[in-house]
């Protein structure tokens, strides 16, 4: 650690030379320093300014720094002579915020006066004022795309056309955000509120919110690494924190050939794994490997979502499948041998395309249920309990509901049903093929489970929510609320603590099942999240979506001994000089030619 002493003022502004070995701060005391990081010995002190400088930003040659200050002007500075180069003058109040455009042809600035201004760099030429923000404009940063820049002030953040100078998007937050900077691929703006926040531009929506038990005051600076994989924030109890942004729990992006994904499910042992996709092949994944073990290749349909299911033994497994985009209403539900790969049966009686299927707990029986492709129909599905041994039709439930979504009881002796078109849940008798009970949604349902006692059921739904039901008295004892849209799939944890969630708007959530809290919010699709499944051990969990990726994410914390072990195996610590070794008093002390005591030479 080394510290830079020089100026007699705050040092509100600090920036590093493309190559790393100089840095420049800018300081309220007036006058900028450049530093050589190495020595730590200050090269050159740079002055200019009539006021405080707020803002300092380097060219990306490194040969040229662009100041902002209090004395309404930016400077732009020749670093290797400190001489400066070209005043900017056009601002009425201070500058806050200065930051050069990729090529270093253009500047942007943000001041006191609540407005922006585009510079011409080579000629000092105001380009382009932008208007709009009500208070003093805190932050400013060029997209990545070259056409759009942001900007923070007045509890704001906002997109601006640097074309037009006209504001694209806007958002009001209850405080005012920092703005940090935008990620190296410009699909992420980093800004600080009560956290250090992620802003998924294009989307226009928080990404994530970073946060940590250790963490939990105010950021006041960060940036990313080069590379968009990691930050470095640091907080006014002069903490600094490294956050891991390139994963975000996400451990493994696996994908087979960019076919959308539409289902999956995972065998009962946790190591093998089978996805859906959109051309008809179901997968079969080895989990530890993250590779293909073989394809199940049925007829060139849609396999649906929730239409693949292991048996409990995990030796076969069913899945349906329809042709849901070229409205022939061709449908196929067939037995799988997982081991050999071959199709051991197919069972005919569906009327529409497949759109769910459940094996009972014993593995003997299996229910599915269909979905006509166009709603509004005299009928808009079935629903038909399997004999798997015989491939006999055992009942038809009487219903004419599409059905999108299956869950046995633990006995097998009831299952509950969701519904798009006629938007409830239904409860039924197994063994009559009888309607217990009803309850109505507001909106169509796309997947369902039963809770841990088998009193309560939950929902998801195109209306972005998920709900816990009362079974005995159809009450909603909880809502779920996050998803920006329709909310196609979720699944619980094995021990019953967590909710996983994956919606129509990319993300996936993991929730308390118990408070309904939004526990992290888990961003790295690009589409639709047709499916998501919990590991046996319920430490990770897996999504499938139409962008053709299987992602497991990271879900439980750590514990403590594999925390412990994974500091062991990855640490570094280097040795200590001999000045360190005794101004810090450590043993064995450097004997006179500077080799600790004891040493092997």
Known sequence: MRRFEGHTGWVNSIAFSPDGQTAISASSDASLVLWDVETGDMMRRI??????????????????????????TLILWDVTSGEAIRRFEGHTAGVNRVAFSSDDQTA????????????????????????????????????????????????????????????????????FPQLFGVSPDGRTAMFGLESLRLWDIQRWREAQSLTSVSVDVWPEFAAFSPDGRVALSGSCDGSLTLWNLGSQGQ???????????????????????????????????????????????????????????????????????????????????????????????RFEGHRFILRSVALGPDGRVALAGSQSVDEGGEEDGDLILWDLETGDQIRRFDTSQDITSIAFTADGSRALTGSAYSSNLTLWDVPTGREIRRLEHSSMVFDVALGPDETTALSASADGSLLLWDLETGDVIRRYLGHESVVWTFDISPDWRYLISGSMDGTVILWDLETAEELRRFSGHTEIVFGVVFSPDGQTAFSVSADGALIEWQVADL???????????????????????????????????????????
């Open 251 to 345: 451990l493994r992006r696996l994908a087979a050939d960019g076919t959308p994904l539409s289902a999956v499910a995972i065998g009962p042992d946790g190591r093998r794994l089978l996805t859906g996709d959109m051309a008809g092949a179901a997968v079969l994944w080895d989990i530890e490997r993250g590779e293909v073990i073989r394809r199940l290749e049925g007829d060139a349909f849609t396999v649906s979502p929730n239409s693949i299911a292991f048996s409990p033994d995990g030796r076969i497994a069913l899945v349906g499948s329809g042709d849901t985009f070229g409205g022939s209403g061709a449908r196929s539900l067939a037995l799988w041998d997982i081991e050999t790969g071959q199709e051991i049966r």
């Open 108 to 175: 942007l600035s943000g001041s006191a006066d609540a407005t922006l201004i585009l510079w011409d760099v080579t000629s000092g030429d105001r380009i382009r004022r932008f208007e709009g923000h009500t208070d003093e404009v805190t932050g400013v940063a060029f997209n990545q795309d070259g056409r759009t820049m942001l900007s923070t002030g007045d509890n704001t953040l906002r997109l601006w056309d640097l074309e037009t100078g006209e504001q694209i998007r806007q958002e009001h937050f209850p405080s």
């Open 47 to 72: 002055d200019g300014h009539a006021g405080g400088v707020n803002s300092v930003a380097f060219s990306s040659d490194g040969l040229t720094a662009l100041s902002g200050s209090d004395d309404t």
């Open 559 to 601: 514990a403590l001994d594999e925390l412990i072990d994974w500091t062991h195996a990855n640490r570094y610590v280097r040795d200590l000089t001999c000045e360190e070794r005794e101004q810090y008093r450590v043993e064995p002390p450097c004997d006179s030619e500077g080799v600790v005591a004891g040493s092997v030479r």
